[in-house]
């Protein structure tokens, strides 16, 4: 807890920085200055929206990155995260990673509800989500990406699907990178937007296999640094009781978005098994020293990779809608 977010004389600049690009006006179907002249204060709004959000609660920037990924993952970025369950389908919210795990749904839905004051019917769910995702990790330290704007939300959503389609932090290297691959991630993408973990918190029940009885050794996992692992013990003791208990994600710079993620890798301090999985092949491996050593290197990766995950699978022109709220369709 002990990270201070940002000295409160920068507070005021941040709202004067624009993101403009210099470079191409659109990144695929895309448009940077898609709502330049329809909703010309969209990105102060939700610039606004979650840095008030993250002032009420430092691990929201976490919970809206990681909401990015699970919307994008499970039909695209079209928003389906965010909707409830209706008659017609069972939504993606109450699917085995986003149950009593996912978070910031009402962050989003605040921004929205104050984007359509400004500009009614005009931006979507998903550029909302997208662009705060954005913020988030910029207010959290990190370095900023250019976001193209114009994506439409969907009509349905799949809990199915995202039970499926998420991976989950006991299956091996190859299933995470065939998972990514379904979405155009290479396994590049697998090593940067896995340094994500570099801020929020994990529930016990997502790590504790590692502390005491791994795969029926009747021993902790070797690749666990033993200290790190004592501390995790007393977080979460070997009873069901524990399982919600939750842990750091990296335990050295909580809040902070920076490449001590790989930095932990490298010292055996990865708290998913999937994450320390990162190091057991040779080319992970050998991107994970790098970004350890160069964090320059890894904020360019990221951000790029970031747009990557940005444009899977989105619905533009007249595809999906505008919806009025986020958690349902119009
Ligand atoms: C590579 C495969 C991945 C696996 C297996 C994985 C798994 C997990 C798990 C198990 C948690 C803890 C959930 C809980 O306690 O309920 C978590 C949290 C988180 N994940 Fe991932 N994740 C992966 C990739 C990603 C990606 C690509 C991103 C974003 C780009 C991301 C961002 C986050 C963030 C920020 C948190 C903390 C959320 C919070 O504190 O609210 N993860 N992840
Ligand atoms: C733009 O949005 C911010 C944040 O909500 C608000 O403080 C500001 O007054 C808005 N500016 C205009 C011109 O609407
Ligand atoms: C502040 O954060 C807590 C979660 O830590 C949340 O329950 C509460 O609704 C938030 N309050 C506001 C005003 O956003
Ligand atoms: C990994 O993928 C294979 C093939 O799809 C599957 O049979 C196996 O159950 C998966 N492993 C885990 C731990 O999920």
């Known amino acids: 807890m002990g990270f201070k977010l940002f000295p409160n004389l920068i507070i005021p600049l941040l709202f004067l920085i624009p993101f403009s690009s210099p470079k191409p006006r659109a990144y695929g179907q895309l448009d940077y200055n898609f709502y330049d002249r329809s909703c010309p204060n969209l990105s102060m709004i939700v610039r606004y929206g979650v840095w008030a959000a993250l002032r009420n609660d430092t691990r929201i920037a976490a919970s809206l990155l990681r909401l990015q990924f699970h919307d994008c993952f499970v039909n695209g970025c079209d928003g389906s995260v965010l909707l409830d369950n209706t008659e017609n389908f069972m939504g993606e919210k109450n699917a085995l990673p ?60 799949s809990e199915n699907a995202a039970n499926e389609k998420l991976p989950s932090p006991f299956e091996p290297l190859g299933n995470i990178t065939a998972k990514f691959a379904a979405n155009g991630l290479d396994l590049k993408d697998v090593v940067v937007l896995s340094g994500a973990h570099t801020i929020g918190y994990a529930q016990c029940f997502t790590f504790k296999n590692r502390l005491f009885d791994f795969k029926g050794t009747g021993k902790p996992d070797p690749l666990l640094d033993s200290s790190l692992r004592s501390n995790l013990q007393s977080t979460c003791p070997n009873v069901d009781g524990s399982n919600s208990n939750l842990a750091p994600l ?59 995950l940005g444009n899977i699978g989105i619905l533009t022109g007249k595809d999906g809608e505008i919806r009025k709220k986020c958690g349902s369709v119009n």
């Open 98 to 157: 986003n149950r009593n795990s996912a978070r910031g749904f009402e962050v989003i839905e605040n921004i929205k509800a104050y984007v359509e004051r400004a500009c009614p019917l005009i931006v979507s769910c998903v550029d909302i989500l997208t662009l705060a995702a954005r913020e988030a990790v910029f207010l959290s330290g990190g370095t900023p990406w250019p976001v193209g704007l114009g994506r439409r939300d969907g009509f349905t959503a």
């Open 250 to 308: 990296d335990s050295q710079t909580v809040y902070r978005f920076d490449n001590t993620y790989y930095k932990n890798l490298v010292n055996k301090m990865g708290l998913l098994e999937s994450d320390q999985a990162l190091m057991g092949n040779p080319r992970t491996a050998a991107m994970v020293y790098d970004y350890s050593m160069y964090p320059s290197l890894f904020s360019k990766d990221f951000a790029a990779s970031m747009v990557k």
